[in-house]
């Protein structure tokens, strides 16, 4: 399922509509832990940090947002059409793919995941990678509820 066609997600990150895109799969593994479904926004900010726009976010229920600390502060809750699904479990995979446009890479643009699991606490910035060329294909490691993070292309 692609939650974002090449044109949203270039208009999402102020990029020209024109751009090359690059198809990207992003999967992330879940830790085991005990309890609910983990809610997960990913999303990509560019060299300063700045919020550019959503990639996915399994959450589909509003009231958790404001848990995902980092991405809710950065859009106000604020979601596009076609980039929600539903919180993913304990040890489980979320795999999404999206197209980015080649501008994105190699030019300080990072991917974030923030989560959150009920009774369990918020996790911002639990995994922060850099867009980079090289960095495809290689899992990054998480700080809480994310396992790990990788891409491909």
Same mark, same amino acid.
């Given at each position: 399922?692609?939650?974002?066609?090449?044109?949203? !997600?270039?208009?999402? #990150?102020?990029?020209?509509?024109?751009?090359?895109?690059?198809?990207?799969?992003?999967?992330?593994?879940? !830790?085991?832990?005990?309890?609910?479904?983990?809610?997960?926004?990913?999303? +990509?900010? *560019?060299?300063?940090?700045?919020?550019?726009?959503? %990639?996915?976010?399994?959450?589909? &229920?509003? &009231?958790?947002?404001?848990? #995902? !600390? *980092?991405?809710?502060?950065? !859009?106000?809750?604020?979601?596009? *059409?076609?980039?929600?699904?539903?919180?993913?479990?304990?040890?489980?995979?979320?795999?999404?793919?999206?197209?980015?446009?080649?501008?994105?890479?190699?030019?300080?643009?990072?991917?974030?995941?923030?989560?959150? +699991?009920?009774?369990?606490?918020?996790?911002?910035?639990? $995994? $922060? $990678?850099? %867009?980079?060329?090289?960095?495809?294909?290689?899992? +990054?490691?998480?700080?809480?509820? $994310?396992?790990?993070?990788?891409? *491909?292309?």
């Amino acid at each position: 399922m692609k939650p974002m066609t090449a044109l949203m !997600t270039l208009a999402a #990150l102020g990029t020209p509509a024109l751009a090359q895109a690059r198809e990207v799969t992003l999967t992330t593994q879940m !830790t085991d832990y005990r309890g609910e479904g983990a809610f997960v926004a990913i999303y +990509v900010t *560019d060299e300063q940090g700045a919020y550019q726009g959503t %990639l996915w976010l399994a959450a589909p &229920k509003a &009231k958790w947002w404001p848990h #995902l !600390t *980092d991405w809710y502060r950065a !859009t106000g809750g604020a979601v596009p *059409d076609g980039v929600t699904g539903a919180s993913v479990g304990s040890g489980r995979t979320l795999s999404v793919t999206v197209d980015l446009a080649d501008a994105l890479f190699d030019a300080g643009y990072q991917i974030r995941v923030d989560s959150s +699991v009920e009774d369990m606490g918020d996790a911002p910035a639990d $995994v $922060v $990678v850099p %867009l980079t060329s090289a960095g495809a294909g290689q899992p +990054v490691a998480g700080s809480g509820f $994310v396992q790990s993070l990788r891409y *491909d292309m």
